[in-house]
Protein backbone atom coordinates (compact mmCIF):
# COMPACT_ATOMS: atom_id res chain seq x y z
CA UNK A 1 0.00 0.00 0.00
CA UNK A 2 0.79 3.29 -0.88
CA UNK A 3 -0.46 7.21 -0.22
CA UNK A 4 -2.31 8.38 -3.04
CA UNK A 5 -0.13 11.63 -3.13
CA UNK A 6 3.03 9.44 -3.16
CA UNK A 7 1.25 7.03 -6.11
CA UNK A 8 0.61 10.23 -8.31
CA UNK A 9 3.51 11.80 -7.86
CA UNK A 10 5.11 8.30 -8.88
CA UNK A 11 2.98 8.23 -11.89
CA UNK A 12 4.36 11.90 -13.01
CA UNK A 13 1.34 12.93 -12.90
CA UNK A 14 2.44 15.98 -10.39
CA UNK A 15 5.23 17.06 -7.66
CA UNK A 16 4.27 15.64 -4.35
CA UNK A 17 2.49 19.06 -2.97
CA UNK A 18 0.98 19.24 -6.32
CA UNK A 19 -0.58 15.49 -6.00
CA UNK A 20 -1.79 16.98 -2.33
CA UNK A 21 -3.60 19.63 -4.15
CA UNK A 22 -5.21 17.52 -6.65
CA UNK A 23 -6.37 15.39 -4.39
CA UNK A 24 -7.89 18.26 -2.24
CA UNK A 25 -9.59 19.64 -5.24
CA UNK A 26 -11.56 16.67 -5.78
CA UNK A 27 -10.02 15.78 -9.40
CA UNK A 28 -8.54 12.23 -7.88
CA UNK A 29 -11.02 9.14 -7.72
CA UNK A 30 -10.05 5.84 -6.64
CA UNK A 31 -12.09 2.77 -7.80
CA UNK A 32 -14.54 5.46 -9.14
CA UNK A 33 -14.60 7.14 -5.86
CA UNK A 34 -13.23 10.99 -5.56
CA UNK A 35 -11.06 10.96 -2.85
CA UNK A 36 -10.68 14.14 -0.40
CA UNK A 37 -8.81 12.94 2.49
CA UNK A 38 -5.08 13.15 2.01
CA UNK A 39 -3.97 10.09 4.10
CA UNK A 40 -5.53 7.71 1.51
CA UNK A 41 -3.35 5.00 1.04
CA UNK A 42 -3.78 2.82 -2.07
CA UNK A 43 -2.81 -0.67 -3.62
CA UNK A 44 -0.78 -0.35 -6.67
CA UNK A 45 -1.56 -3.91 -8.55
CA UNK A 46 -5.78 -3.76 -7.50
CA UNK A 47 -6.59 -0.06 -7.36
CA UNK A 48 -7.65 2.03 -10.09
CA UNK A 49 -6.60 5.52 -9.99
CA UNK A 50 -7.87 8.50 -12.38
CA UNK A 51 -7.10 12.20 -12.78
CA UNK A 52 -10.00 13.99 -14.25
CA UNK A 53 -11.22 10.72 -15.34
CA UNK A 54 -7.58 9.54 -17.14
CA UNK A 55 -6.12 6.52 -15.62
CA UNK A 56 -2.98 7.18 -13.95
CA UNK A 57 -0.90 4.25 -13.98
CA UNK A 58 2.54 3.53 -12.35
CA UNK A 59 5.70 3.22 -14.66
CA UNK A 60 6.76 -0.34 -15.10
CA UNK A 61 8.95 -1.60 -12.21
CA UNK A 62 12.46 -2.20 -13.63
CA UNK A 63 13.86 -5.23 -13.79
CA UNK A 64 17.69 -6.00 -13.41
CA UNK A 65 19.49 -9.49 -13.48
CA UNK A 66 22.66 -11.48 -13.32
CA UNK A 67 23.06 -14.22 -15.65
CA UNK A 68 25.80 -17.14 -15.14
CA UNK A 69 26.41 -17.83 -18.83
CA UNK A 70 27.54 -21.27 -19.93
CA UNK A 71 30.22 -21.89 -22.84
CA UNK A 72 28.25 -22.22 -26.76
CA UNK A 73 25.80 -19.29 -26.21
CA UNK A 74 25.96 -15.89 -28.20
CA UNK A 75 25.17 -13.01 -26.44
CA UNK A 76 22.63 -11.44 -28.75
CA UNK A 77 18.57 -11.75 -28.38
CA UNK A 78 17.97 -12.95 -31.68
CA UNK A 79 20.93 -15.31 -33.94
CA UNK A 80 19.85 -15.24 -37.82
CA UNK A 81 22.38 -17.71 -37.75
CA UNK A 82 20.24 -20.04 -35.63
CA UNK A 83 23.14 -20.77 -32.49
CA UNK A 84 22.04 -20.81 -29.25
CA UNK A 85 21.56 -17.32 -27.51
CA UNK A 86 21.67 -15.53 -24.04
CA UNK A 87 18.22 -14.76 -24.51
CA UNK A 88 16.86 -18.46 -23.90
CA UNK A 89 18.37 -18.51 -20.48
CA UNK A 90 16.34 -15.07 -19.12
CA UNK A 91 13.11 -14.46 -18.31
CA UNK A 92 11.86 -12.72 -21.58
CA UNK A 93 8.13 -14.07 -21.45
CA UNK A 94 8.16 -12.26 -18.05
CA UNK A 95 10.41 -9.12 -19.07
CA UNK A 96 9.91 -8.95 -22.86
CA UNK A 97 12.44 -5.84 -23.30
CA UNK A 98 15.32 -7.64 -21.16
CA UNK A 99 18.92 -6.60 -22.86
CA UNK A 100 22.53 -7.49 -22.11
CA UNK A 101 24.67 -4.77 -20.82
CA UNK A 102 27.95 -5.92 -22.67
CA UNK A 103 28.77 -8.91 -23.78
CA UNK A 104 30.76 -11.99 -23.77
CA UNK A 105 32.29 -14.09 -26.21
CA UNK A 106 30.45 -17.78 -27.47
CA UNK A 107 32.66 -19.74 -25.25
CA UNK A 108 33.31 -17.23 -22.39
CA UNK A 109 31.25 -18.28 -19.03
CA UNK A 110 30.61 -16.47 -16.37
CA UNK A 111 28.59 -13.06 -15.32
CA UNK A 112 26.71 -11.09 -17.84
CA UNK A 113 24.35 -8.56 -16.53
CA UNK A 114 20.43 -7.78 -17.94
CA UNK A 115 18.48 -5.07 -17.68
CA UNK A 116 14.77 -4.04 -18.72
CA UNK A 117 16.47 0.02 -17.77
CA UNK A 118 17.74 1.52 -21.02
CA UNK A 119 19.31 4.44 -19.18
CA UNK A 120 20.99 1.90 -16.86
CA UNK A 121 22.48 0.27 -19.85
CA UNK A 122 23.21 3.28 -21.62
CA UNK A 123 25.19 4.73 -18.62
CA UNK A 124 27.22 1.70 -18.09
CA UNK A 125 28.25 1.24 -21.45
CA UNK A 126 29.30 4.60 -21.34
CA UNK A 127 33.34 4.97 -21.68
CA UNK A 128 32.99 7.91 -18.75
CA UNK A 129 31.50 5.15 -16.14
CA UNK A 130 34.52 3.00 -15.28
CA UNK A 131 33.44 -0.53 -13.98
CA UNK A 132 36.42 -2.92 -13.43
CA UNK A 133 36.10 -6.75 -14.97
CA UNK A 134 37.69 -9.28 -13.29
CA UNK A 135 38.22 -12.53 -15.51
CA UNK A 136 40.07 -15.68 -15.15
CA UNK A 137 41.96 -16.69 -17.96
CA UNK A 138 43.33 -20.05 -18.49
CA UNK A 139 46.51 -20.47 -20.72
CA UNK A 140 48.17 -23.55 -22.25
CA UNK A 141 51.72 -22.50 -21.09
CA UNK A 142 52.81 -20.61 -18.50
CA UNK A 143 53.46 -16.65 -19.17
CA UNK A 144 56.94 -15.25 -18.46
CA UNK A 145 57.56 -12.03 -15.88
CA UNK A 146 58.08 -10.51 -19.16
CA UNK A 147 55.11 -11.11 -20.42
CA UNK A 148 52.91 -10.29 -17.50
CA UNK A 149 54.72 -6.94 -16.91
CA UNK A 150 53.52 -6.39 -20.44
CA UNK A 151 49.90 -7.46 -19.95
CA UNK A 152 49.73 -4.87 -16.69
CA UNK A 153 51.67 -2.00 -18.72
CA UNK A 154 49.74 -2.38 -21.51
CA UNK A 155 50.03 -3.72 -25.00
CA UNK A 156 48.64 -3.08 -28.49
CA UNK A 157 45.46 -4.21 -30.03
CA UNK A 158 43.81 -2.64 -33.05
CA UNK A 159 46.79 -0.23 -33.19
CA UNK A 160 46.04 1.48 -30.21
CA UNK A 161 47.79 0.21 -26.07
CA UNK A 162 45.40 -1.05 -23.95
CA UNK A 163 45.06 0.43 -20.05
CA UNK A 164 47.20 -0.64 -17.44
CA UNK A 165 45.66 -4.07 -16.01
CA UNK A 166 45.80 -5.84 -12.96
CA UNK A 167 47.28 -9.13 -13.42
CA UNK A 168 48.41 -12.22 -11.14
CA UNK A 169 48.58 -16.04 -10.88
CA UNK A 170 46.09 -17.96 -9.11
CA UNK A 171 47.06 -21.38 -10.56
CA UNK A 172 49.83 -23.36 -11.81
CA UNK A 173 50.83 -25.48 -14.07
CA UNK A 174 49.25 -28.11 -15.44
CA UNK A 175 46.22 -25.73 -15.97
CA UNK A 176 47.84 -22.08 -15.36
CA UNK A 177 45.29 -19.58 -14.68
CA UNK A 178 45.31 -15.69 -14.30
CA UNK A 179 43.02 -13.16 -12.45
CA UNK A 180 42.84 -10.24 -14.94
CA UNK A 181 40.58 -6.98 -14.02
CA UNK A 182 40.57 -4.61 -17.19
CA UNK A 183 37.73 -1.58 -17.63
CA UNK A 184 37.56 -1.09 -21.07
CA UNK A 185 35.37 -2.99 -23.22
CA UNK A 186 37.24 -3.41 -26.14
CA UNK A 187 35.63 -6.95 -28.60
CA UNK A 188 37.26 -9.98 -27.38
CA UNK A 189 39.91 -7.66 -25.46
CA UNK A 190 41.18 -10.27 -23.05
CA UNK A 191 41.72 -13.22 -25.55
CA UNK A 192 43.43 -10.78 -27.76
CA UNK A 193 45.69 -9.33 -24.99
CA UNK A 194 47.15 -13.16 -24.26
CA UNK A 195 47.56 -13.37 -27.84
CA UNK A 196 49.38 -10.30 -28.39
CA UNK A 197 52.08 -11.78 -25.62
CA UNK A 198 52.27 -15.30 -27.19
CA UNK A 199 50.14 -17.20 -25.00
CA UNK A 200 46.49 -17.99 -26.35
CA UNK A 201 43.57 -18.45 -23.34
CA UNK A 202 42.17 -21.83 -23.79
CA UNK A 203 39.50 -20.78 -21.31
CA UNK A 204 37.81 -17.44 -20.35
CA UNK A 205 35.41 -16.77 -17.47
CA UNK A 206 34.05 -13.48 -16.11
CA UNK A 207 33.62 -13.39 -12.12
CA UNK A 208 32.87 -10.26 -11.38
CA UNK A 209 31.68 -6.74 -12.44
CA UNK A 210 32.20 -3.99 -10.03
CA UNK A 211 31.58 -4.99 -6.95
CA UNK A 212 29.18 -7.62 -8.21
CA UNK A 213 30.09 -11.63 -8.32
CA UNK A 214 28.24 -14.89 -9.16
CA UNK A 215 28.31 -16.22 -5.79
CA UNK A 216 26.82 -19.91 -5.63
CA UNK A 217 24.75 -19.08 -8.43
CA UNK A 218 24.86 -22.17 -10.69
CA UNK A 219 26.02 -21.94 -14.62
CA UNK A 220 23.00 -21.51 -16.82
CA UNK A 221 20.97 -19.85 -13.69
CA UNK A 222 20.14 -15.82 -13.37
CA UNK A 223 18.96 -13.77 -10.31
CA UNK A 224 17.25 -10.68 -10.01
CA UNK A 225 19.88 -7.81 -8.51
CA UNK A 226 17.78 -5.86 -5.88
CA UNK A 227 18.27 -2.39 -5.74
CA UNK A 228 21.28 -1.98 -3.64
CA UNK A 229 23.57 -3.82 -5.58
CA UNK A 230 22.41 -1.59 -8.76
CA UNK A 231 23.08 1.66 -7.12
CA UNK A 232 26.34 0.04 -5.85
CA UNK A 233 27.10 -0.73 -9.76
CA UNK A 234 26.18 2.70 -11.06
CA UNK A 235 27.85 4.25 -7.84
CA UNK A 236 31.38 2.74 -8.98
CA UNK A 237 33.61 0.12 -9.25
N1 LIG B 1 37.34 -10.52 -23.27
C1 LIG B 1 37.29 -11.53 -24.15
O1 LIG B 1 38.26 -11.81 -24.83
N2 LIG B 1 36.16 -12.24 -24.23
C2 LIG B 1 35.06 -12.01 -23.48
O2 LIG B 1 34.06 -12.69 -23.62
C3 LIG B 1 35.14 -10.94 -22.57
C4 LIG B 1 36.29 -10.22 -22.48
Redesign the pocket.
Known sequence: MMRLSRYLARAGAASRRGAERLIEDGRVTVNGTTIRQLGTKVDPADDEVRLDGQMVALPAQQVTLMLHKPAGYVTTMDDPQGRPTVAELVPLDAHPSLFPIG???FD?TGLLLFTTDGDLGNALAHPRHVVD?R?LARTASSLSNEALDRLRHGVMIDGRMTAPARVRRVQGEPHPTYAIT?HE?R???????FEAVGTP?TK?H?AQIGPLTLGDLPCGCWRELDQAEVNALIGGS
Do not use: A, F, S
Open positions: RLDTKYIGNRQVRRMVLR
